[in-house]
C-alpha cells in the first residue's frame, strides 16, 4: 500500500545474462549464442523490454575472464556502458542501468562516463555500485588479491560522495550560451575539492550536469555495510532471495537504514530477482523448463555441487528426489552455498509452482536442483502460468517483500517475450503497472515525483 491507501505500482527491470541466466540456455538450438557481439541483439532485447513498459534494463560487469568457466559457456560479454550507449540510440524511453565497480573504476572517470551516457539518452542513465568478488579481477588492476570486504566499502562509500558531487559541479544553470560572447557562467562553477582516504579529486566535472542531476544509482550487497551504502546513497537495492518471507526481512531492514540517515524509505526501491518460467499451463511451464535443465551437463553439476556441500555428491542419480543432505563439512565448504542448498531442498514447491512453498508436494530431484542452481542460483524462480506469476509478484510486492523485481529470464530472447507478452498485461489489467511512461527521466519511472530533482539524499 502507498500512504494515500492506493495498492504499490510494481517495478520491473530487465536484468540481461548473455543467453539467459540459465546456464544452459546457450546449447538450445534456437539460442542466440552467434550474437552476444552483435549489438542489434542487445537493442532488440532492451526493445522488447521497452515495449513491456519496463523501469530498466539492467547489463552487470565483471573485469575477469572467466576462464575456469569458458569451456561450458560463454561467459564474456560487451563492456555495459558502450553498450548502453548504442541501446540508447535504440530506444526511447528504458532506464539504462551498468554495473560499475567502485574497487576499479575511479569516481571522475565514471562521472564522466555515466553523465555523458545521461546525456546522449535524454536522462535515462544508471549505475549498479558494486565492490566486486574475484581476485582474479584484482590481478587485471595492479592488485595482488581484493582488498578486504571493510576496505572496500570504506572506498565504496568516498566513491559515491565524491561522484555526486562531481555530477552537480557544473550546475545546468551555468551554460548561458549567450552568442554574444558568454558560455558558461563561470562564477555557478563548484570546486569539488574531495581530498580524503581513496580519492583527491579538484573537480569539476569537464561536462555540463546531466539532465536527470543525479543518475539513478543501485546497489547490490547485502552485507551490513552494503545495506549502509544503499541506506546513504541508492535510489534502489538489486538482491537476492529465494522466497518473500527472507526478501520481507531484508526490505525492512534497508527501509529502517534508509530512515536513520533522514531519507524517505519509499526513496529506496527493493528489487529482488526473479526467474521466470511460462507456458500457457503449469505443465507446459514445466516442460520449457526441464527442457533447458535437460541440456545441463549433469556430471559438471554434481561436481559443482560437491565443492558447495563439502562431500562428493558425483554418485547421486540425476532423476532421485534429493537424498538427505550430508551435515555440513565445517571446513571445505563455503557456508553461505551449503545454506542456499539445505534452503532450496528443504522449502521448494514441485510441480512446476513457485520457489516459495505454495504448491510444496515433493522435494526437488537432483536434476531439477542442479537446474534450480544453473538459473540464477538462489534467486526466486517461478515455473507456472502468467497468472500464477503475475499473483507471485504481486503476493510479494503486498506483503512488503519487494516493491517489484529484476526479471531473470532463463532464455533470451523468448522467455523475456513471453514474460511481456503475457504477464505485464494482466498486471496493467489488475491496474499494478504503468500502460506507458509517466515520465521521460529513469528517476521519474522508478522513484515517481518523490525526487525528481535528484538532489536528495539529505
Ligand atoms: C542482482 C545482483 C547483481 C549483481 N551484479 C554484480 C555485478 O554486475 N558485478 C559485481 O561485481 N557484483 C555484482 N553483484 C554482487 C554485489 O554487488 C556484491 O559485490 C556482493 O553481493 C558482495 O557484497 P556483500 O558482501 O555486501 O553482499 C550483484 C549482486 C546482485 C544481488
Known amino acids: 500500500m502507498t500512504a494515500n ?13 548473455g543467453c539467459g541466466h540459465h546456464t544452459a540456455a546457450w546449447r538450445d538450438s534456437g539460442s542466440a549464442v552467434d550474437r552476444l557481439g552483435d549489438i542489434t541483439f542487445w537493442e532488440e532485447l532492451a526493445r522488447t523490454a521497452e515495449r513491456g513498459r519496463m523501469d530498466a534494463v539492467f547489463f552487470p560487469d565483471g573485469q575477469a575472464a572467466r ?23 535504440a530506444t526511447e524511453h528504458i532506464g539504462l542501468v551498468a554495473s560499475v565497480s567502485s574497487t576499479f573504476w575511479d569516481p571522475f572517470h565514471v562521472a564522466r562516463m555515466v553523465a555523458s551516457l545521461d546525456h546522449i539518452s535524454g536522462g535515462r542513465a544508471g549505475i549498479n555500485l558494486v565492490t566486486s568478488q574475484l581476485d582474479a579481477e584484482a590481478r587485471n588492476h595492479g592488485m595482488d588479491a581484493l582488498p578486504n570486504h571493510a576496505v572496500r566499502y570504506a572506498r565504496a562509500g568516498e566513491f559515491a560522495a565524491t561522484l555526486v558531487k562531481l555530477w552537480s559541479s557544473w550546475p545546468a544553470e ?24 581513496w580519492f583527491s579529486v579538484a573537480g569539476p566535472l569537464n561536462i555540463p550536469e546531466p539532465p536527470q542531476h543525479r543518475p539513478v544509482v543501485f546497489q547490490a550487497g547485502v552485507s551490513e555495510p552494503g545495506r549502509d551504502l544503499a ?19 531484508f526490505r525492512s531492514d534497508v527501509r529502517a537504514r534508509t530512515a536513520a540517515v533522514g531519507r524517505d ?50 554418485g547421486w542419480a540425476p532423476d532421485s528426489v ?18 542456499l542448498v539445505r534452503h532450496i531442498v ?5 510441480r512446476g509452482g513457485s520457489s516459495t512453498g505454495r504448491d510444496d508436494r515433493r522435494r526437488p530431484t537432483v536434476r531439477e536442483l542442479l537446474g534450480y542452481l544453473a538459473a540464477g542460483g538462489g534467486h526466486a524462480t517461478v515455473v507456472g502460468t502468467p497468472e500464477q506469476v503475475a499473483d507471485e509478484i504481486l503476493r510479494w510486492v503486498d506483503c512488503g ?53 535528484g538532489r536528495s539524499p539529505a
Do not use: C
Not at 231 to 249: I, L, M, S
Open 67 to 89: 576462464t575456469d568457466a569458458l569451456t561450458s559457456g560463454p561467459t564474456w560479454f560487451l563492456e555495459p556502458l558502450t553498450t548502453l550507449s548504442a541501446v540508447s540510440r
Open 265 to 314: 524509505p519509499d526513496t529506496v526501491k527493493i528489487m529482488p530477482g526473479l526467474v521466470v518460467s511460462l507456458g500457457s499451463t503449469e505443465e507446459e511451464a514445466q516442460r520449457r523448463r526441464r527442457h533447458l535443465d535437460d541440456l545441463l551437463s549433469v556430471e559438471d553439476g554434481l561436481r559443482d555441487l560437491s565443492s558447495f556441500l563439502g562431500v562428493d555428491v558425483t
Open 346 to 350: 528443504d522449502h521448494t514447491a514441485v
Open 231 to 249: 541506506a546513504a546513497w541508492a535510489d534502489g537495492v538489486f538482491t537476492v532471495a529465494w522466497d518473500a518471507q527472507g526478501a520481507r526481512g
Open 5 to 17: 491507501g492506493e495498492p504499490a505500482q510494481v517495478h520491473l527491470n530487465l536484468f540481461v545474462s
Open 401 to 453: 517483500a519487494a516493491d517489484g523485481f529484476n526479471i531473470m529470464p532463463p532464455s533470451l530472447p523468448d522467455d523475456l517475450t513471453e514474460f511481456v507478452d503475457h504477464v505485464v498485461p494482466l498486471l496493467q489489467a489488475r491496474g499494478r503497472f504503468r500502460r506507458g511512461y509517466e515520465g521521460k527521466y529513469l528517476r521519474d519511472n522508478l522513484l515517481g515525483h518523490r525526487s525528481t530533482d
Open 322 to 339: 534429493v537424498p538427505e543432505l550430508p551435515p555440513p563439512s565445517g571446513t571445505d565448504a563455503p557456508a553461505g552455498r551449503y545454506a
Open 174 to 197: 551555468a551554460v548561458v550560451a549567450d552568442r554574444q560572447g558568454v558560455y558558461t557562467d563561470v562564477s555557478q562553477l563548484k570546486a569539488v575539492d574531495h581530498h580524503d582516504r
